[in-house]
């Protein structure tokens, strides 16, 4: 079964790339979507793996992966972007589960 | 496309409720249903899935067989029956909407979420 693993927080300055990561094995051969929360609100999906971009989530908003790690990038952050990111897969064993890391706080300096 | 969440409060160790979450703007009995939960200051954590029909369902380990998820969709509402609940329930419970594309499931729509709170 599936564990994510993402660094609890991570600092930006304006205008600068922020690289959110979420670590699990394997995790490069399944699809792995990431989410957007800002304080008080519930989640928002911002890159949904293998689909088209959600609508009005920008193109600065981006994400890759490689064997282990799942990354989100953000370009040229801005200081709305300050918020809690969460990875997420779905695990289609003999019990299917949701599966979400642990969350990354992006604080904008 | 709409989830308003009603339910939840103040419940006593080992007691019962029961979420609901009535939706607007999609084709209900078309997607699968799940429900997150989040602790107070902590992540989100998969509580439960059911499937297009109501037949299929899949809960995670620490509500499995406390937690019931059941959908009416001539009413277009879900539900979370929550029982024997514990400390460590207490949360704020979203509502949300599946999406299935491509062999994966995300979560594309969220409600507002209800606060749960077990306390003596």
């Known amino acids: 079964s599936y564990v994510l693993t993402q660094p609890p927080s991570l600092s930006v300055a304006p205008g600068q790339t922020a690289r959110v990561t979420c670590e699990g094995k394997d995790i490069g051969y399944t699809k792995v979507h990431w989410y957007q929360q800002k304080p008080g609100q519930a989640p928002l999906l911002v890159v949904s793996?293998?689909?088209d971009r959600p609508s009005g989530i920008p193109e600065r908003l981006s994400a890759s992966k490689s064997v282990n790690t799942a990354t989100l990038t953000i370009n040229r952050v801005e200081a709305g972007d300050e918020a809690d990111y969460y990875c997420q897969l779905w695990d289609f064993g003999s019990e299917q589960r949701g599966v979400f890391g642990g969350g990354t706080k992006l604080t904008v300096l | 496309v709409q989830l308003v969440q009603s339910g939840g409060g103040l419940i006593q160790p080992g007691g019962s409720v029961r979420l609901d979450c009535s939706v607007s703007?999609?084709?209900?009995?078309?997607?699968?249903m799940s429900w997150v939960r989040q602790a107070p200051g902590k992540g989100l954590v998969w509580v439960s899935s059911?499937?297009?029909?109501?037949?299929?369902?899949f809960h995670a380990d620490p509500v499995r067989g406390r937690f019931m998820t059941s959908r009416d969709n001539s009413k277009d509402t879900v539900y979370l029956q929550m029982n024997d609940l514990r400390v460590e329930d207490t949360a704020l419970y979203y509502c949300?909407?599946?999406?299935?594309?491509?062999?994966?499931?995300?979560?594309?729509?969220w409600g507002q979420g209800t606060p749960v709170t077990v306390s003596s």
């Open positions: 059911i499937g297009v029909s109501g037949g299929t369902t």
């Open positions: 703007g999609f084709t209900f009995h078309k997607f699968a």
């Open positions: 949300v909407k599946e999406q299935y594309v491509g062999g994966t499931t995300y979560f594309d729509a």
């Open positions: 793996d293998g689909s």
